[in-house]
């Protein structure tokens, strides 16, 4: 063999074991996934198999799953904007602060290396019937009996932004960091207020930013199971809840594949728009 | 004016982070018997209780064992084909980077379905071994981020003046580049390890009966409400995950001032 032709293989030996990896306990599984979707689950237990589209009708009419579905998106959606509007400032600060950066970019870290589970349910500490804001007002005089504060949609918003918070913070503070102060030091000497400045300059040059943390936030949120069973009361129940149910309670796992499938497509969607519009590039800075 | 209120508004977000966190971190040295407010004294009593507690210690043994088998596997992958994507020219190399993150891009419970309905037709049921190549390709993409990222800054320099001056591409892999990677490998498996220690949604799917990693064990006693116990176990948990991470910069910071006088 040529040298040409073994340096032109090297890469591949190298990518072969990631790439294996990936296509077998990825790729296949979901291809193998949109089949049994056709399958059915017969009531003695066994699948059979075949090409019935009963799951998929039920998924796509039945209201009950219909309704889960938009109450999924409407809690992300409230989630996205949420982080939004909380992270922003604080990105921005990050990015034009001097002395803090260093303390405040370290700090932002922190959370993604606590327990997702040990910040959710460290709420219930805060608000819980015995938690610390019920104990402060209870010493107050505020109230006479404890409230309960948790176990509804607003607790799994609650849940959600602080989970999600950091991502948006981080991508937003990337993209912050690109932009050349100048341009809006520019823009101000040429007679623009500092809030003209930040609207007509900074803003626009951060959207990409704060358009991945909004990617980010939304599919996570979209997609999560913990956060409404630890922070949600019964009728909070969001779709990857319907998904645990229907393949672990129920173990009908052809109607779970249909559940699994409508979850990624529509949040397959999403994800095409954004990469159609503005690349993977930037959601990979905001990993990394 | 608006200076101050962003710097204001900044230190409530980040409250807003860590208060909650640190309430946990607090009530799990309360000697309150309910383990709840007023605190009425520092104890350890909550932390003798755990470590007392067979299931929480099966389960951290169960969480570290998977973790450091899931790190070697992952970071071993990871660390190859970052290799590949940032020493060569490789052909779709955009195409190839997509699907290596492909993980992250799919929502974890379908990531979790998908393996577990496919392994079991295949024969192999909810299981340590599925439970494991969960953890890999679930984190597989993370190491491939952090170690590419890292990858870039090292010279190819080096490594060409070993080859010019005679070494083989073997002895000046195992001399030269490795040494020079090791932060960034590092940095990927101890990443590998954090995400796997802590992830419990896809493990609620994978994990055969009987079976619980610390996640899911918190996730299991805290249906019964929250007790002093869970606020301990998430103190550990805390120590565990942001204070290793802490230690390896700390060491790794050393070793490179002792290196670079």
Redesign the interface.
């Given at each position: 063999m040529s040298v040409e032709a073994r340096e032109a293989r090297?890469?591949?030996i190298?990518?072969s074991?990631?790439?294996g990896?990936?296509t077998l306990?990825?790729?296949?599984?979901?291809i193998?996934?949109i089949v049994?979707s056709f399958w059915l689950r017969s009531a003695v237990g066994g699948d059979q198999v075949g090409f019935y589209l009963d799951n998929w009708q039920k998924v796509l009419t039945d209201r009950f799953y219909r309704d889960i579905l938009f109450n999924t998106l409407k809690i992300a959606a409230i989630t996205t904007v949420v982080c939004a509007l909380?992270?922003y400032?604080?990105a921005?600060?990050?990015a034009r602060s001097k002395g803090s950066k260093m303390i405040?970019l370290l700090?932002l870290m922190?959370?993604f290396?606590?327990?997702?589970?040990?910040?959710t349910?460290?709420?219930?500490?805060?608000l819980?019937t015995?938690?610390?804001l019920n104990?402060?007002l209870l010493?107050l005089g505020v109230i006479s009996d404890p409230i309960q504060m948790l176990y509804n949609e607003g607790t799994v918003i609650l849940g959600l932004v602080?989970f999600l918070?950091?991502f948006m913070?981080l991508n937003v503070y990337v993209s912050l960091e690109g932009i050349d102060t100048n341009l809006e030091d520019a823009a101000t000497s040429l007679g623009a207020t500092?809030?003209q400045a930040f609207l007509q300059v900074t803003l626009p040059l951060s959207l990409p930013g704060l358009a991945a943390g909004g990617l980010l936030c939304f599919?996570?949120g979209?997609?999560?199971?913990?956060t409404p069973?630890?922070l949600g009361g019964p009728r909070d129940a969001m779709f990857?809840n319907l998904?645990?149910e229907a393949?672990?309670t129920q173990l009908n796992?052809p109607l779970?594949?249909a559940l699994?499938?409508l979850?990624?497509i529509v949040?397959g969607v999403l994800?095409a728009i954004y990469n159609r519009y503005l690349g993977?590039s930037q959601l990979?800075k905001g990993?990394? | 004016m608006?200076w101050n209120a962003?710097?204001i508004?900044?230190i409530l977000?980040?409250g807003?982070?860590?208060?909650?966190?640190a309430?946990?971190v607090l009530?799990s040295f309360n000697a309150n018997q309910?383990g709840?407010?007023?605190m009425n004294g520092v104890s350890l009593r909550w932390f003798e209780e755990l470590w007392n507690n067979d299931a929480v210690m099966r389960a951290f043994r169960t969480s570290i064992v998977l973790g450091l088998m899931t790190a070697v596997i992952s970071t071993?992958?990871?660390v190859?084909?970052s290799?590949?994507?940032v020493?060569?020219n490789?052909p779709g190399r955009?195409t190839?980077?997509?699907?290596?993150?492909?993980?992250?891009?799919?929502?974890?419970?379908?990531?979790a379905?998908?393996?577990?309905?496919?392994?079991n037709?295949l024969g192999l049921g909810k299981s340590f071994a599925l439970l494991l190549?969960?953890h890999?390709?679930f984190t597989?993409p993370?190491v491939?981020?952090?170690v590419?990222?890292r990858l870039v800054s090292i010279k190819r320099d080096v490594e060409e003046a070993a080859l010019s001056l005679g070494a083989n591409p073997v002895q000046t892999f195992f001399s030269v580049t490795l040494p020079l990677m090791l932060p960034a490998v590092a940095a990927g498996a101890l990443f590998a390890f954090?995400i796997s220690?802590?992830d419990?949604?896809g493990t609620?799917?994978w994990k055969p009966g009987g079976v619980e990693t610390?996640?899911t064990q918190?996730?299991s006693m805290?249906r019964n409400s929250?007790s002093p116990e869970?606020?301990a176990l998430?103190t550990v948990?805390?120590i565990m995950?942001?204070g290793l991470?802490l230690l390896g910069a700390a060491v790794a910071r050393k070793l490179a001032m002792k290196s670079g006088t």
């Open positions: 090297q890469p591949w190298l990518l074991p990631a790439l990896a990936v306990l990825l790729l296949v599984p979901l193998f996934i049994y909380m992270g400032p604080a921005y600060f990050i405040l700090l922190l959370p290396w606590i327990s997702y589970i040990i910040r349910m460290s709420w219930i500490n805060i819980g015995s938690g610390a104990s402060l010493s602080h918070l950091p913070v500092r809030w599919v996570l979209a997609g999560t199971y913990i069973v630890i990857a998904v645990f393949i672990i796992w779970g594949s699994s499938l979850l990624l949040l994800v993977m990979a990993l990394g | 608006g962003i710097r508004w900044t977000v980040y807003f982070m860590f208060l909650p966190v309430v946990v009530l309910f709840s407010f007023p071993t992958l990871g190859l084909a290799l590949a994507l020493r060569y490789v955009n190839i980077t997509t699907l290596l993150i492909a993980p992250i891009l799919v929502p974890e419970v379908v990531l379905v998908a393996l577990l309905l496919f392994l037709w190549a969960g890999v390709i597989l993370f491939i981020l952090v590419q990222a954090t220690f802590d419990i949604t609620l799917f610390v996640p918190i996730f805290l929250i869970i606020n998430g948990m805390i995950t942001v991470p």
